[in-house]
Nanobody
Framework: QVQLMESGGGLVQAGGSLKLACGAS????????MGWYRQAPGKQRDLVAV???????NYADSNKGRFTISRDGANNMIYLQMDDLQPEDTAVYYC????????????WGQGTQVTVSS
C-alpha cells in the first residue's frame, strides 16, 4: 500500500502562484508514474500533469507553460508549481501514483483545495 499526502493548497487571486507538494510513504523510484489530477465541482477528475521515474513530464494542454511538475527522489516528494492561476483552475488537486510492481494499481492522496478568485 502506498500513502500519498498533499499539501500547499489555498486561496489565491487570479494571476498568482501556488506550489503543491505530495509526499509518498515509499521510495518514489518504485513508482512508475506520479502526477497530479484535479476535480472541480460537478466535473470529472482530469489530468493536470504526470512525471515518470526518469523525469519525463507531460501536461494537460490547458496548463502548459503555466504549471511545472518536478520530483525529488531523495525526499520521496513531487511538486506542482502553478503560475498565472486563473479562476478556472479552482478545484481539488489530487496526487496520484502507479507502482512498478503492479501497473493495474493506482494510489491517490486525499486532495488539497485550490481556489482562485477573480
Amino acid at each position: 500500500q502506498v500513502q500519498l499526502m498533499e499539501s500547499g493548497g489555498g486561496l489565491v487571486q487570479a494571476g498568482g502562484s501556488l506550489k503543491l507538494a505530495c509526499g509518498a510513504s515509499v521510495d518514489i523510484d518504485t513508482l512508475l508514474l506520479m502526477g497530479w489530477y484535479r476535480q472541480a465541482p460537478g466535473k470529472q477528475r482530469d489530468l493536470v500533469a504526470v512525471i515518470s521515474g526518469g523525469g519525463s513530464a507531460n501536461y494537460a494542454d490547458s496548463n502548459k507553460g503555466r504549471f511545472t511538475i518536478s520530483r525529488d527522489g531523495a525526499n520521496n516528494m513531487i511538486y506542482l508549481q502553478m503560475d498565472d492561476l486563473q479562476p478556472e483552475d479552482t478545484a481539488v488537486y489530487y496526487c496520484y501514483g502507479r507502482p512498478r510492481w503492479n501497473q493495474d494499481l493506482e494510489f491517490w492522496g486525499q486532495g488539497t483545495q485550490v481556489t482562485v478568485s477573480s
